[in-house]
C-alpha cells in the first residue's frame, strides 16, 4: 500500500509565501512523476506543476515564475515553492504521483492541504 501526505498548508496575506510538501511511502519501486494539483470551490482541479524523476518541470501558466516545484528522490518527497501568492491561489492543493511497485503501477493522490490566501 502507497501514502502520500502533505503538509505545510494554511492561510497567507496576499503576496505572501508558503511552502507545502508531500511524502510518498509504502511499497514503492521507483517513482516517474511527481506533482501538485489544487481545485477551488466550483471549480475543476487542475495542474499545477509536476515534475520527472529526471527532473523535467511543468508549470501551469498561471503559476510560472512564482511556484517551484522540486524533489529529493531518495525521501520520495516532493516540494511546491509558492511565493507572491494571489487570492485566485485559494485552493485545496492535491499532491499525486505515478508509482511504480514491484507488481504494478498507478496513480496515487494524497488527501489534501487548504490553501488560503487573503487580499
Known amino acids: 500500500q502507497v501514502r502520500l501526505v502533505e503538509s505545510g498548508g494554511g492561510l497567507v496575506q496576499a503576496g505572501g509565501s508558503l511552502r507545502l510538501s508531500c511524502a510518498a511511502s509504502g511499497s514503492i519501486f521507483s517513482i516517474n512523476v511527481m506533482g501538485w494539483h489544487r481545485q477551488a470551490p466550483g471549480k475543476q482541479r487542475e495542474l499545477v506543476a509536476s515534475?520527472?524523476?529526471?527532473?523535467?518541470?511543468n508549470y501551469a501558466k498561471s503559476v510560472k515564475g512564482r511556484f517551484t516545484i522540486s524533489s529529493d528522490n531518495a525521501k520520495n518527497t516532493v516540494y511546491l515553492q509558492m511565493n507572491s501568492l494571489k487570492p485566485e491561489d485559494t485552493a485545496v492543493y492535491y499532491c499525486?504521483?505515478?508509482?511504480?511497485?514491484?507488481?504494478?503501477?498507478?496513480?496515487?493522490w494524497g488527501q489534501g492541504t487548504q490553501v488560503t490566501v487573503s487580499s
Open positions: 499525486n504521483a505515478d508509482i511504480a511497485t514491484p507488481s504494478q503501477r498507478f496513480v496515487s
Open positions: 515534475i520527472t524523476s529526471d527532473g523535467t518541470t
